[in-house]
């Protein structure tokens, strides 16, 4: 890139400049997610002063190529169109496709293959070293020779008090006053869903969701007997509050689930005032809401509030799991069910009786002194830094005008392709090549979203990866027969 | 006791020597389960021939107070009545009284006070020896060390191959012929028997069940909108298959959940040949049979074979787990499903997708060289010995006319009280002494068995547990003004 400006330009200095950078960005010179370089630094490289280069970087940043961080600087924006679009809502049967189960199968299997890449599911199935495995560890073996006696007992419900008062402490911090005995250790975050969802509804019900959303979600209420009602659900603010209202005036729907913070697949996060509706109406028409916050600790910058925060009557039962962020091998996840506790406690009784007291004290002895918080923002980091680069493959590889979403956190985003495109054929396309794909299909029982994929940055960005996303996107070319890159 | 017999007496010498050695027994000279003096130390202490000893030892036998085991002498034989009888079936709605649910936690929340004796619950929650935590922790330990990438990555279901591979090979030792890909891996058999239900009930279907029965059971079922019909079961040879044949033939029941062997709450096994003949019915009638064998490893003599060992079309679902015999933290358990296998593990994927890879691999590598028989031989004798010394304690301190089960393995039985008594009554009077009961209206969704107990024999036979056990008898004697001791 030349670094001298053309001084018979007649346009200002700084709009050269920021031409000059755009063509570096749209070339790629800098890769999306990537720090721009400083004021004093790109003064200095092209000889002009500081407040041409602050007004070039303003340019910049009113195009979309470049965003200001509070005191860290400027970064390269993801490249990919924002996706903004609102469905319209409508009541399906919750039973699945028996080809949406097999896609599922297929998937599941190629994703225990270890000749396969995926690049779409949300398990960590691989060596990874995003996890503390080497404390956890540590703290695990140090619980075998102090307590031999974790391995020989059991622990009832509600599960290990330890664990509980740090889980109660941590959702202090996310804005929920909770209690210990409020809180029921889980196997992970389905499991405390499908207790909720037991404690609340009986065969027959209709629950309200969101569409798209996570996808065993409609064959587990299908074997619940429940039928769903797609709710509207905006790409960057997820459920739609007013489509909430109707339905439950409407006295439509005897429960929601809804995944109000960095949302599976869309990766949306509700904004402030619709969560704190949303806690209002729940609890003023008293309908139990099931708050998916698998997530809740993955956010970027700040903290995103759960509607929890906002439940004055207990109305919202809170689900969330260490699966994604600590120890994906311990699935210890927890509920806090407010005013349904108590069933919660009987139904794990019941169906599964404990969680392993070993796992258990593990973990609330790494909350309590082994660096949590230090881990969760190296995370979130890696996981960003992750979601920057796979933005930034498919803006160069995948056809022209797809669209993403630019989630807060977590790992998980949505696309959608452009043109006549079927990505559950793209899926079978490409398991010939070994790469494995979750097709947009999954996510909605109605079958929607045959143009779009969930992407997935949880796995370390390694060659392999980022061949198999841009490998992807230059078969979805070919399919579409749109060429790449942005417009 | 004199050792000296009277000369003047006219009766036999066997006779006599029969009589002064029943009434040793029967005055707790030697205790129920001891072994009894060999033939010829009876001979020399009493100074009679061989042959007098041994027809005093017939006779004894014939009256029930010792047995002879093979290669091993006389035993004391339980000096409790046995207890046999046959319930009548009727159909009876699934849901739980509340009091029965409230029961239920009380007792749940006693056996977590450490301020209480529990000599009713099956759970091992106490500090105990009788599981091989430190073998379990060097390879747990060991395998933190060699494979880190267990505790940061998951597998998903069926789970653990080389867990799965060890199960289908110990099943082959049951006579059950089973194949790794068969095996889903479960959390505990609780969860083994929700994901076989439902996999094969929807709301509304009728299930054939045992009673007493697994008391968690009828509230698991009544919460998946399923209704019950109590299936007469002996006290000593469990289910009616006359009855079982005749449900099925009027397609009263859409599935059968029974414990063939080592019955959960009575103790009892059904004979070979009703295993084989219900294996054939469910065969017929292709009603699915959800065997519950989590005792099966617990036999104290000879094999009892499974029903799901003469099942020729895959019709019946065996649900066990390694909870009782060897790791009771871990809740590993498994199911070998049958021609149902791949439902239940889209259903294990649904509602809690996977289990521990570090637990199952540790549990995999036990089973493999850790010595799992010889720990079960051990394990196996002492709730023998256990059982013995408790209905020892029984016959001398319950009311006169206690009957009890004689169970061939496991480590509970079943005890029924005479006169009027109401065993909840007993219950509640005993938790004011920090004494924890199970009462025998628990077991059944029809509230019957108000005069019965569970006692369970898995806790270290201590001078507490003896103290509860002869404490809960003299309190039985008071409610119901009968002496204690034999008839």
Known sequence: MPTTLDL???????????????????????????????????????????????????????QGFIEARPQSGFYIRNQLPKLEHTLTSHSVSAAPKPNVLRLIDTTFAAQQNPEFTNISLACPTQDSDFYPREKLGKIMTQLLRQQPQLVGSYALPPGSLNLRQQIARRMLDLGIVTDA??????????????????????????????????????????????????????????????????????????????????????????????????????????????????????????????????????????????????????????????????????????????????????????????????????????????????????????PKGTCATKPQGGFVFWVELPGKIDTVELHQQLLKEHICLTPGMLYSPSGRFSNALRISCCYPFNEQYKYALARTGSKACEMTGISAGLN
């Not at 000059?20 to 000889?47: C, D, E, M, N």
């Open 181 to 398: 005995n409020e809180v029921t250790i889980t196997h992970g975050c389905v499991d405390a869903l499908h207790l909720a969802l037991r404690a609340v509804t009986k065969a027959g019900d209709c629950v309200g969701l969101e569409s798209p959303t996570y996808f065993y979600l409609m064959p587990l209420l299908a074997s619940m007997g429940l039928t769903v009602l797609e709710i509207p659900t905006h790409a960057e603010t997820g459920l739609s509050i007013e489509a909430v209202e109707m339905l439950l005036e409407q006295k439509r729907i005897q429960a929601i689930i809804c995944m109000p913070n960095l949302h599976n697949p869309l990766g949306c996060s509700m904004p402030l005032a619709a969560k704190k509706r949303l806690a209002q109406l729940v609890n003023q028409y008293e309908i139990p809401l099931i708050e998916d916050g698998l997530y809740c600790e993955l956010q970027f910058d700040q903290v995103l509030p759960a509607v929890k925060t906002f439940d004055k009557h207990g109305w919202v039962m809170f689900c969330s799991s260490f699966t994604k962020t600590l120890a994906p091998d311990f699935r210890i996840g927890w509920i806090s069910a407010g005013r349904f506790s108590q069933s919660v406690q009987q139904l794990k009784n019941m169906l599964s009786v404990a969680e392993s007291q070993l796992l258990c004290e593990t973990i609330a002895q790494f909350l309590a002194v082994g660096g949590y918080d230090h881990h969760l923002r190296k995370l979130r980091k890696r996981y960003s830094e992750n979601m920057n680069q796979a933005q930034a493959i498919i803006a160069q590889h995948f």
């Open 8 to 62: 018979q330009d007649n346009r200002p200095l700084y709009y050269q400049l920021s031409e000059k950078l755009a063509h570096a960005i749209q070339t790629h010179v800098f890769k999306a997610g990537a720090r721009f370089p400083s004021v004093r630094r790109t003064a200095k490289t092209y000889s002009v002063s500081i407040n041409t280069v602050i007004a070039a970087y303003r340019h910049l940043e009113d």
